[in-house]
T-cell receptor, first 110, second 114 residues
Framework: DQQVKQNSPSLSVQEGRISILNCDYT??????FLWYKKYPAEGPTFLIS?????DKNEDGRFTVFLNKSAKHLSLHIVPSQPGDSAVYFC?????????FGTGTSLTVIP | ETGVTQTPRHLVMGMTNKKSLKCEQH?????MYWYKQSAKKPLELMFV???????ENNSVPSRFSPECPNSSHLFLHLHTLQPEDSALYLC?????????????FGSGTRLTVV
């Protein structure tokens, strides 16, 4: 049973606008969340994280929001740039492993 | 350069073949992982090694056999695979088990079983 879900397989956004990527999870015991970014032919790279005791974490153009009551995580990219075009995975930590979503492919249109 | 190197990048093998995937990290990390990524599925954790000892085996079939001869190298030995084993196999490392600041992934080996 998939515990971390990314229901949008793809997203297209105009350059300069906001990109919002969403992630839902089912297990309230997750206590740490990350976003990874993956370019074609490369491995995923760590982007940003958030602890379950927080509801927001910001790093430059990237902000992650956590809504624990809704079991929902989102990544905001503002402003979006063509170099942000990639697949974005959310991951949740419990016990001794990460549980990953299936990814959302973001295309930023120049 | 990610610090985690996987070879080969692509592999095509028959169901009766024996092959090995190699992973090498130069980051001084103590934990290493094998993940499988199938089309339209999330990354699935296969094996976890910490200080060269296997600490996790996520119900992986015995046709996949991991080996960790030292903290820098990790292998995945493959034999009598099935077509459904075709996937992207990713190696990752982290400072220690339970390191929450993310893993460093390699670029993966794209495996096709024919």
């Amino acid at each position: 049973d998939q515990q971390v879900k990314q229901n949008s397989p793809s997203l297209s956004v105009q350059e300069g606008r906001i990109s919002i990527l969403n992630c839902d999870y089912t297990n309230s015991m997750f206590d740490y969340f990350l976003w990874y970014k993956k370019y074609p032919a490369e491995g995923p790279t760590f982007l940003i994280s958030i602890s379950s005791i927080k509801d927001k974490n910001e790093d430059g153009r990237f902000t992650v929001f956590l809504n624990k009551s809704a079991k929902h995580l989102s990544l905001h990219i503002v402003p979006s740039q063509p170099g942000d075009s990639a697949v974005y995975f959310c991951a949740a930590w419990r016990g001794n492993q990460f549980y990953f979503g299936t990814g959302t492919s973001l295309t930023v249109i120049p | 350069e990610t610090g985690v190197t996987q070879t080969p990048r692509h592999l095509v093998m028959g169901m009766t073949n024996k092959k090995s995937l190699k992973c090498e990290q130069h980051l001084g990390h103590n934990a290493m992982y094998w993940y499988k990524q199938s089309a339209k599925k999330p990354l699935e954790l296969m094996f976890v090694y910490s200080l060269e000892e296997r600490v996790e085996n996520n119900s992986v079939p015995s046709r996949f056999s991991p080996e960790c001869p030292n903290s820098s190298h990790l292998f995945l030995h493959l034999h009598t695979l099935q077509p459904e084993d075709s996937a992207l196999y990713l190696c990752a490392s982290s400072q220690d088990l339970g390191f929450l600041y993310g893993y460093t992934f390699g670029s993966g080996t794209r495996l096709t079983v024919v």
